[in-house]
């Protein structure tokens, strides 16, 4: 409430006077001076009334800061770029004074109140562009408790140097002095006054190339402290490019790193990362992964690295150099995965928390402590309980699971994170797989248009009587793929792929000629690769023609067809065709229900890239890793009269008797793995 009113507050400021408006950076500048000014009257470090005059002429961070310390500062705290001063005329002058007086005070207020007032004060836009999302108060004092707590740091914090490479504005530094003090017990104000200053000029790091955000965080530090100390290892630049920390001179990473995908990180930026972190930084690799490589270079013998970040690097195809690299330089001890909760408010990233060591040499017996949640109909307002929940001592919960796993075990290919009752469902699972999905189909992804409006119509388009039917092709996409069956196509797509000279079909010129601005800017036809009327890309129309299985790219279950419609679909379907029979007897009809099963459905979920609490994405290198059994000729026959007889049966919508078959279907497979009672309730379980 309180900081909700202060907020307001500031809001109220911003929307009041415009001039500020136009100037965000001197927009932040004044409101952190406000915001710092209330904290130092409210906690009575300087007397507001005395200095009322003075602070009005001289409305700068450096000339507040120095009130406090007693005498102007010597060395700058901010320096001042022109245009950051801002004239203070007696209408602002009367909003700050009511701002100090009549707000709620601040007294005993953890200082890092003014990094949340400050992140309020971003635009969503700005975080989302520059990969950002702030770490909560909770998150970032479990991470700073359990790095501090840890074995390998020891007992002498006085000599610990802390880094955070992307500081933003200050939670984890500020969630690690706190730990640091409270670990050290009840000091004497003189004592207090030594580790305030010890911290702040060798103990804690911070980089990050917004120097707001780095203002911000020396501020928060600073205002810890009951007399002024400016912080000397708060530094503003790129920890990734710039060589602002030695290597192998720290004891602890702690760190949020951005978030950004190879699309928004401009070319030249990236050739230079993947030259330098190339190791694990390649391909459509996230910018994060080059953080925890970092990390390692920066970090002595034995230290820890402690990120929140993204878990898609567990199962995501690009994060295998990551994984690899990070099975061999580092000690796993702990992985929290929030299993696709997004703990964090208005941020579209899945969060997971890692805790490592640096290793010259890894123990074969090295194991992890896996914490991950149960999904469940959790609401945004019980996330803080269930970060809650990950301090506890007893580690079996009703809100997450919790299991150790031995490092050795990890594949670079996924890291396959399985509980022990999950582990003994997979190895009965792979043991009777002689092979995978890989061997038996050819996977091929659905059409990109680069233009849908120009060749894509509704079935009742009289337009369409326009075209020769051979360029007419049934259209679908993720929604109509259900298991077991594909909706009736209600669109056409225009397929021009196989025009060769586009002068002989005036119609289709004449249909296309009022998008062919648009065609024309498409990469691949400016390059000189693609005439411009065709499909920017219209894959291999034989596979489309075919019998095929079909299957959405995102779902939240298993969902694989046979198409016999000869259905062509965009990109967000998938196909598979069969490969020539050379030692199995596999079939469409076999697959199919094998993939659609409640077992296979818990097996790919066991290692799939998820997306969210419920989504998973169905990348053809993760799921042809599939293990597939060898069935006998006569069981191929018993599959293929069940799928017909299950498909009739939805068609005259009978799903209750259908739905007996499938748990026959169902019974079949846990009796082939041979699987217990208890391994088939965790299934049924987690459908």
Same mark, same amino acid.
């Given at each position: 409430?309180?900081?909700?009113?202060?907020?307001?507050?500031?809001?109220?400021?911003?929307?009041?006077?415009?001039?500020?408006?136009?100037?965000?950076?001197?927009?932040?500048?004044?409101?952190?001076?406000?915001?710092?000014?209330?904290?130092?009257?409210?906690?009575?470090?300087?007397?507001?009334?005395?200095?009322?005059?003075?602070?009005?002429?001289?409305?700068?961070?450096?000339?507040?800061?120095?009130?406090?310390?007693?005498?102007?500062?010597?060395?700058?705290?901010?320096?001042?770029?022109?245009?950051?001063?801002?004239?203070?005329?007696?209408?602002?002058?009367?909003?700050?004074?009511?701002?100090?007086?009549?707000?709620?005070?601040?007294?005993?207020?953890?200082?890092?109140?003014?990094?949340?007032?400050?992140?309020?004060?971003?635009?969503?836009?700005?975080?989302?562009?520059?990969?950002?999302?702030?770490?909560?108060?909770?998150?970032?004092?479990?991470?700073?408790?359990?790095?501090?707590?840890?074995?390998?740091?020891?007992?002498?914090?006085?000599?610990?140097?802390?880094?955070?490479?992307?500081?933003g504005s200050g939670s984890l530094l500020s969630a690690?002095?706190?730990?640091?003090?409270?670990?050290?017990?009840?000091?004497?104000?003189?004592?207090?006054?030594?580790?305030?200053?010890?911290?702040?000029?060798?103990?804690?790091?911070?980089?990050?190339?917004?120097?707001?955000?780095?203002?911000?965080?020396?501020?928060?530090?600073?205002?810890?402290?009951?007399?002024?100390?400016?912080?000397?290892?708060?530094?503003?630049?790129?920890?990734?490019?710039?060589?602002?920390?030695?290597?192998?001179?720290?004891?602890?990473?702690?760190?949020?790193?951005?978030?950004?995908?190879?699309?928004?990180?401009?070319?030249?930026?990236?050739?230079?990362?993947?030259?330098?972190?190339?190791?694990?930084?390649?391909?459509?690799?996230?910018?994060?992964?080059?953080?925890?490589?970092?990390?390692?270079?920066?970090?002595?013998?034995?230290?820890?690295? =402690?990120?929140?970040?993204?878990?898609? !690097? /567990?199962?995501?195809?690009?994060?295998?150099? &990551? $994984? *690899? %690299?990070?099975?061999?330089?580092?000690?796993?001890?702990?992985?929290?995965?929030?299993?696709?909760?997004?703990?964090?408010?208005?941020?579209?990233?899945?969060?997971?928390?890692?805790?490592?060591?640096?290793?010259?040499?890894?123990?074969?017996?090295?194991?992890?402590?896996?914490?991950?949640?149960?999904?469940?109909?959790?609401?945004?307002?019980?996330?803080?309980?269930?970060?809650?929940?990950?301090?506890?001592?007893?580690?079996?919960?009703?809100?997450?699971?919790?299991?150790?796993?031995?490092?050795?075990?990890?594949?670079?290919?996924?890291?396959?994170?399985?509980?022990?009752?999950?582990?003994?469902?997979?190895?009965?699972?792979?043991?009777?797989?002689?092979?995978?999905?890989?061997?038996?189909?050819?996977?091929?992804?659905?059409? =990109?248009?680069?233009?849908?409006?120009? !060749? /894509?119509?509704?079935?009742?388009?009289?337009? &369409? $009587? *326009? %075209?020769?039917?051979?360029?007419?092709?049934?259209?679908?996409?993720?929604?109509?793929?259900?298991?077991?069956?594909?909706?009736?196509?209600?669109?056409?797509?225009?397929?021009?792929?196989?025009?060769?000279?586009?002068?002989?079909?005036?119609?289709?010129?004449?249909?296309?000629?009022?998008?062919?601005?648009?065609?024309?800017?498409?990469?691949?036809?400016?390059?000189?690769?693609?005439?411009?009327?065709?499909?920017?890309?219209?894959?291999?129309?034989?596979?489309?023609?075919?019998?095929?299985?079909?299957?959405?790219?995102?779902?939240?279950?298993?969902?694989?067809?046979?198409?016999?419609?000869?259905?062509?679909?965009?990109?967000?379907?998938?196909?598979?065709?069969?490969?020539?029979?050379?030692?199995?007897?596999?079939?469409?009809?076999?697959?199919?229900?094998?993939?659609?099963?409640?077992?296979?459905?818990?097996?790919?979920?066991?290692?799939?890239?998820?997306?969210?609490?419920?989504?998973?994405?169905?990348?053809?290198?993760?799921?042809?890793?599939?293990?597939?059994?060898?069935?006998?000729?006569?069981?191929?026959?018993?599959?293929?009269?069940?799928?017909?007889?299950?498909?009739?049966?939805?068609?005259?919508?009978?799903?209750?008797?259908?739905?007996?078959?499938?748990?026959?279907?169902?019974?079949?497979?846990?009796?082939?793995?041979?699987?217990?009672?208890?391994?088939?309730?965790v299934i049924e379980t987690n459908r």
């Open positions: 409430m309180k900081f909700q009113e202060i907020s307001d507050k500031l809001t109220q400021f911003i929307n009041r006077y415009n001039y500020l408006a136009e100037n965000r950076r001197a927009n932040v500048l004044f409101l952190l001076a406000c915001i710092v000014l209330k904290y130092l009257a409210d906690n009575q470090r300087l007397d507001f009334e005395a200095h009322q005059n003075d602070i009005k002429k001289n409305f700068t961070l450096n000339y507040i800061l120095g009130l406090w310390q007693g005498k102007p500062l010597q060395v700058t705290f901010w320096e001042q770029e022109p245009g950051d001063p801002q004239p203070i005329g007696n209408e602002i002058w009367d909003w700050i004074c009511d701002l100090i007086t009549a707000t709620p005070s601040l007294v005993g207020e953890n200082p890092g109140l003014i990094g949340s007032l400050y992140e309020a004060s971003l635009l969503i836009n700005h975080k989302k562009n520059h990969g950002i999302f702030y770490t909560p108060e909770n998150i970032a004092t479990y991470m700073a408790a359990n790095v501090l707590g840890s074995s390998k740091i020891g007992d002498k914090l006085e000599e610990i140097r802390i880094l955070d490479p992307a500081c690690v002095y706190d730990v640091i003090i409270s670990k050290n017990g009840e000091l004497s104000p003189d004592e207090k006054a030594a580790q305030h200053r010890q911290l702040l000029e060798t103990g804690l790091l911070g980089v990050d190339r917004d120097p707001i955000a780095c203002l911000v965080t020396r501020l928060i530090l600073t205002l810890k402290g009951t007399e002024y100390v400016k912080p000397l290892g708060v530094f503003c630049g790129d920890i990734l490019i710039d060589e602002l920390v030695k290597p192998k001179s720290v004891d602890v990473v702690i760190g949020n790193p951005p978030y950004v995908g190879h699309k928004e990180i401009q070319a030249d930026y990236m050739k230079l990362l993947k030259n330098r972190y190339g190791e694990v930084y390649r391909d459509k690799g996230d910018l994060s992964y080059c953080f925890i490589y970092r990390g390692w270079e920066l970090l002595k013998a034995e230290g820890q690295l =402690i990120h929140i970040t993204s878990r898609y !690097f /567990i199962e995501a195809f690009y994060g295998k150099p &990551l $994984r *690899a %690299f990070i099975r061999k330089a580092f000690a796993i001890e702990e992985i929290v995965d929030f299993n696709g909760l997004r703990v964090i408010e208005g941020v579209g990233v899945d969060p997971a928390i890692i805790r490592l060591t640096k290793e010259n040499r890894i123990d074969d017996g090295q194991t992890i402590q896996i914490k991950r949640f149960l999904i469940k109909n959790h609401k945004a307002e019980s996330y803080p309980k269930l970060i809650q929940s990950l301090n506890q001592k007893n580690w079996q919960s009703d809100l997450y699971e919790s299991f150790e796993l031995l490092q050795a075990r990890l594949s670079d290919d996924s890291w396959r994170l399985y509980s022990p009752v999950t582990q003994g469902i997979i190895e009965k699972i792979e043991k009777k797989t002689p092979f995978n999905l890989d061997n038996v189909v050819q996977s091929f992804q659905g059409i =990109i248009t680069g233009n849908d409006k120009a !060749f /894509i119509f509704e079935q009742t388009d009289l337009a &369409l $009587r *326009a %075209f020769d039917p051979v360029f007419l092709k049934p259209w679908i996409k993720n929604k109509d793929v259900k298991a077991y069956q594909v909706t009736k196509p209600q669109k056409k797509i225009l397929y021009t792929n196989k025009i060769r000279d586009i002068d002989l079909y005036p119609e289709v010129v004449a249909h296309l000629e009022k998008y062919r601005e648009k065609l024309k800017n498409r990469r691949e036809c400016k390059n000189g690769k693609l005439a411009w009327y065709k499909l920017q890309w219209g894959r291999d129309p034989d596979h489309f023609e075919g019998r095929k299985i079909v299957f959405p790219y995102k779902a939240t279950q298993n969902r694989f067809a046979i198409d016999e419609n000869r259905c062509y679909f965009s990109a967000d379907v998938y196909g598979m065709i069969l490969k020539p029979r050379l030692y199995h007897q596999v079939t469409e009809e076999f697959l199919v229900m094998l993939l659609n099963s409640r077992l296979y459905n818990y097996y790919f979920k066991s290692y799939g890239k998820k997306l969210g609490d419920k989504l998973y994405e169905y990348y053809p290198n993760t799921l042809l890793r599939l293990g597939i059994p060898d069935i006998k000729d006569d069981t191929i026959k018993f599959f293929k009269d069940t799928y017909d007889k299950i498909v009739e049966l939805n068609e005259n919508g009978n799903t209750a008797e259908s739905g007996k078959m499938l748990a026959e279907i169902d019974r079949w497979f846990y009796d082939f793995f041979e699987l217990s009672q208890t391994e088939i309730a």
